[in-house]
């Protein structure tokens, strides 16, 4: 079992930079997979970016290609998703998840953090 923790949410303009970390404690972090998936009101939650055990693989969806960055550093038990060129529909809780498995379906990944709210304002 492992317990996720995200931060680096804010309020940002459209154009600018973000960092969201995500930290694991418990069982080795190095076992799960990471991904980040974001909600917004009255919508299904929605995967962005995964990235598998040791890093060698990573799956982006359309809107965060060429945007946005996922990466680990294991040895201090953290996913990163690195978030550029924001945009006013980036709006979102952002939420951090771990499973054993690579996948970028929401429905496999066991753990989840609490999320982090990002808005993006024109």
């Known amino acids: 079992q492992v317990s996720l923790t995200e931060s680096g949410g804010g309020s940002v303009q459209a154009g600018d930079s973000l960092r969201l970390s995500c930290v694991g404690s418990g069982r080795s972090f190095t076992r799960y997979a990471v991904a980040w998936f974001r909600q917004v009101p009255g919508k299904e939650r929605e995967f962005v970016a995964a990235i598998s055990r040791g890093g060698p693989l990573t799956d982006y969806s359309p809107s965060a290609k060429g945007r946005f960055a996922i990466s680990r550093d294991d040895a201090h038990n953290t996913a990163y998703l690195d978030m550029s060129n924001l945009k006013p529909e980036d709006t979102a809780t952002y939420y951090c998840?771990?499973?054993?498995?690579?996948?970028?379906?929401?429905?496999?990944?066991?753990?989840w953090g609490q999320g982090t709210q990002v808005t993006v304002s024109s």
């Open positions: 998840a771990a499973d054993g498995y690579y996948t970028t379906e929401r429905s496999r990944y066991t753990y």
